[in-house]
């Protein structure tokens, strides 16, 4: 199976399991659900959910229900995006190529949407019941911190918006990513080791692992968001540089910056030597995410 194929159908694996765990467009109140699908099914990657798995394969063999798991991260990856792009944040007027929630459904309904797509990342974790209990709690306190304020989604997005219009710099640079873009990342091969009983080396490993396809992630969507076009990206291209944003190029320069995500991969390639042959996928899975182009 080439890449590709195996790629899209893992794509399926976890669109199957979002379509079960979301409720429908019909059930009450019925807005907020449209809202919610409306973001969540517009031809996102699924790389955290994705990563999330086959973290967990190179731990055990197929560990049952982990894509529960997995989708909670898509969960919380798609609340972000929605309250990214809310005008009072980046104020985004297109996301994966469509119109961005707040402008089909309001700015009140798209956060009530990022709020509840929140909400059930967590619900979806506390109903697990194929994973041990000491698991399911360490996974959710996993995915909690990763979203949280202290070194976190939160925290980096915090730190993006104080850091507009100010000189760039290195050491907020690498603050902002490591939390805001970084520890979700991190959070998704974190969670698939956990679940599938990782012990402590290889967790330590696959946490390393996750902050190489972290860091190396932000980068190249920094340097895709100078090179690419709109049409390509599916969002508005240009923007990081009209709002003054501390970006990789804008401290680096764009060729150092793809040497740095390159320096990255190699780093999550030798993360995962103890696997072995197991790691394959998460091995190709780095490789895309500095090979991409949108």
């Known amino acids: 199976m080439s890449f590709r194929e195996y790629l899209a159908g893992q794509q399926q694996l976890i669109d199957r399991e979002l379509e079960r765990l979301v409720p429908g467009e019909n059930v009450p109140p019925a807005t907020i659900h449209r809202a919610m699908r409306y973001s969540l099914f517009a031809g996102g990657k699924r790389v955290r959910p994705i990563l999330c798995l086959?973290?967990?394969?190179?731990?055990?063999?197929?560990?049952?229900?982990?894509?529960?798991?997995?989708?909670?991260?898509?969960f919380v990856h798609t609340y972000s995006l929605i309250h990214d792009d809310l005008p009072a944040l980046d104020n985004d007027d297109f996301r994966r190529g469509k119109p961005t929630s707040h402008k089909v459904f309001?700015?009140?309904?798209?956060?009530?949407?990022?709020?509840?797509?929140?909400?059930?990342?967590?619900?979806?974790?506390?109903?697990?019941?194929?994973?041990?209990?000491d698991?399911?709690?360490?996974?959710?306190?996993?995915?909690?911190?990763?979203?949280?304020?202290?070194?976190?989604?939160?925290?980096?997005?915090?730190?993006?918006?104080e850091g507009e219009g100010k000189p760039p710099n290195a050491q907020l640079l690498e603050a902002i990513h490591r939390a805001k873009?970084?520890?979700?990342?991190?959070?998704?091969?974190?969670?698939?080791?956990?679940?599938?009983?990782?012990d402590d080396r290889q967790l330590d490993a696959i946490s390393r692992y996750g902050e190489h396809v972290g860091l190396a992630f932000q980068i190249v969507d920094d340097i895709l968001d100078v090179e690419q076009?709109?049409?390509?990206?599916?969002?508005?291209?240009?923007?990081?540089?009209?709002?003054?944003?501390?970006?990789?190029?804008?401290v680096y320069g764009l060729e150092e910056s793809r040497?740095?995500?390159e320096r990255e991969r190699l780093s999550a390639h030798?993360?995962?030597?103890?696997?072995?042959?197991?790691?394959?996928?998460?091995?190709?899975?780095?490789?895309?995410?500095v090979q991409r182009t949108s």
């Open 54 to 74: 086959e973290a967990g394969r190179t731990v055990a063999d197929s560990p049952h229900g982990i894509e529960t798991a997995a989708c909670s991260l898509e």
């Open 229 to 250: 076009s709109s049409e390509s990206l599916g969002k508005t291209a240009g923007k990081d540089a009209q709002q003054h944003k501390i970006t990789f190029p804008a």
């Open 106 to 133: 309001g700015e009140a309904m798209a956060i009530l949407a990022g709020d509840a797509l929140l909400t059930l990342a967590f619900e979806t974790l506390s109903k697990m019941n194929s994973v041990a209990d």
């Open 135 to 161: 698991r399911k709690a360490r996974v959710i306190a996993d995915l909690a911190t990763a979203a949280g304020t202290v070194g976190g989604m939160i925290g980096g997005q915090v730190a993006d918006l």
């Open 259 to 261: 040497h740095m995500a």
């Open 181 to 198: 873009t970084g520890a979700l990342l991190r959070a998704s091969v974190r969670m698939g080791a956990i679940y599938g009983g990782a």
């Open 270 to 289: 030798e993360s995962l030597a103890i696997f072995g042959v197991r790691a394959g996928r998460l091995r190709e899975l780095a490789d895309l995410i």
